[in-house]
C-alpha cells in the first residue's frame, strides 16, 4: 500500500534559524515552530501549543535565513521524517521533524491590535472526561 506524507502548519518561530551549509554546498536552515490551537472545554477557553522542529534546504533556506527571525509567523508545507541516531555512549535517540518544501512568510503583527491576521478560531470540543463517560 502506498503512503502519503503531507504536513501544514501555521504558527510563529520559537528562534531564529541556524543556516548552515553540507559539506557540497547545500543551505540547510532550521527552525522551531509554535503552532497554537484554542479550544473551549465547557465554559473554559483552553490554549495548546505544539512546538515542531523545522528542517529547509536549498533557495528556501537562504531566504528564511535572511529574512525570518524569532516570532514572525509562517506557512510551512512539507513532510514528516523521523531522525534516528546514537549518542556517544551509545543510546538510541530519535525525533520528528518537518521537512519543509515551501516556507511562506506571513506579514509582521502591527503593534497596537491594528491588521493582521488576528485571533486564531475557538473550537467547542468535549471534555476527557466527557469522552470517558462516553466509552
Not at 536552515?29 to 483552553?46: H, I, M, T, Y
Not at 543510546?91 to 485571533?119: D, L, Y
Not at 468535549?126 to 466509552?135: F, I, K, L, N, V
Request: charged share 25%; aromatic share 8%; with cysteine.
Amino acid at each position: 500500500m502506498a503512503g502519503f506524507n503531507k504536513v501544514i502548519l501555521m504558527g510563529n518561530l520559537t528562534r531564529n534559524p541556524e543556516l548552515r551549509y553540507t559539506p557540497n554546498g547545500t543551505p540547510v536552515a532550521s527552525f522551531g515552530l509554535a503552532v497554537s490551537r484554542r479550544f473551549k472545554q465547557g465554559e473554559d477557553l483552553k490554549e495548546e501549543v505544539c512546538f515542531v522542529d523545522i528542517v529547509v534546504f536549498g533557495k528556501q533556506a537562504e531566504h528564511c535565513g535572511q529574512y525570518l527571525s524569532k516570532g514572525n509567523g509562517a506557512i510551512v508545507e512539507g513532510r514528516l521524517q523521523q531522525r534516528r541516531w546514537e549518542t556517544e555512549d551509545g543510546q538510541k535517540r530519535s525525533k520528528h521533524e518537518v521537512v519543509a518544501q515551501t516556507v511562506t512568510f506571513m506579514p509582521k503583527r502591527q503593534e497596537g491590535g491594528g491588521g493582521g491576521g488576528g485571533e486564531p478560531p475557538v473550537h467547542d470540543e468535549p471534555s476527557y472526561d466527557a469522552m470517558d463517560e462516553q466509552g
